[in-house]
């Protein structure tokens, strides 16, 4: 038993990655897989430590990405410049603690909102709604949109504009300018079917799978709702990066006929908003004006390829609509920026970088793991 312990404190493994594309992509986040760790135990994940070239330590976590109560990978983060090629260092040590400083992205349920769940990074926040506000006496709401919270600071804000409850007037940091209301928000999806989109109440359950520092990744649990005289349920497995302004969205379906239904996941229409919705491009983008004279945003909404069926609208939202395949899971990615934040030169840097996102994810960062 000692023998094998030994054996694994002292692997070390070598990682080379190489940006494809002929961009500079920042915030790129590297994931390794347990089984490509030849001869660590998954369960070791924890102390696992990542050094770039130079020998500095970069930030890292390990993942139980599915809640099996297993660590399946590691991920950290750089930059590319265009073509870039970078190697890294990952070692067995001391097991990994976490300073409140170095946390890039959080999630969380909060209970004394009326159930929301919040997530945000060092870009953007979000939230969704709970069980327990349909019936709030005050402003009762039942929809399953994506809400957003617009800030201009690098520090996570949620845990502390939920202390005060005073998140709707800017005192610097930004504050909660949208009203998703009964439309799809800024990601939110449902069932495409006859012609009509047909949408879930509000979530029910939640399983927070990872808090940071790095990813944020939670799963929502959705009631049966009615599609088409039949019931179909969902699980969403939501995750956000790092220096990100897009969270992933993974929608598990369950009690649908596939040959009638398609997943569709859209963006709320806003009068004044200048729309580029191209199914050959794979993504619905808009640049908009702001309510309670918050500035503007831009909001866009991108499709997995291999499943992407079109586009279409209904009186509330701009949508993507993608087929359900065997695996019943169905992934899209969606997010926004502000225009006060000053992460984008306006309009056409928004747009750019929507482009390039998506590029991105059809060529992802080459890795190889090789035992060093």
Known sequence: MSEKKNETQSSRWRVETANPLSFA????????????LVGVDPGSLASLHV????????????LDSDGYGRTDSLIFQADYGPGEEKAFTISTGERRRYLASQFKAYGRFVRERYDDFVWE??????????????????HPLASSTVDIWSKRTGRLVANDWLMTDDYHEDRGEG???????????????????KGKLWVSRNF??????????????????????P???GLVGETKRISLDAGRHFTRYRSFYRGFTPTSMASAAGIKKVAGERMERDASKLWICSWEPMEMNGGEQGIALIADPELLAGTAEDELNWLAVSRIPDSSAVTHWAGFCWDRAGH???????RAHVGEFAQGLSSPISIKVSRS
């Open 121 to 138: 990074n060092d870009k953007v926040a979000h939230r969704m709604y709970g069980k327990a506000l349909e019936t709030w006496i005050e």
């Open 204 to 225: 029910v359950g939640t399983r927070l799978l990872a808090g940071g520092p790095i990813r944020a990744l939670f799963e929502l649990v959705y009631e049966p709702f």
């Open 344 to 350: 984008f030169d306006g309009e056409k840097g928004w």
């Open 51 to 62: 050094h770039d070239s130079r020998g500095q330590e970069i930030l890292c976590q390990s």
């Open 25 to 36: 992509r920042m915030s790129e986040t590297i994931e390794i897989a347990a089984s490509d």
């Open 227 to 229: 599609v088409d005289g």
């Open 175 to 193: 504050a909660d300018f949208y009203s998703a209301g009964m439309s799809r928000g800024c990601g939110g999806n449902g069932i495409w079917a």
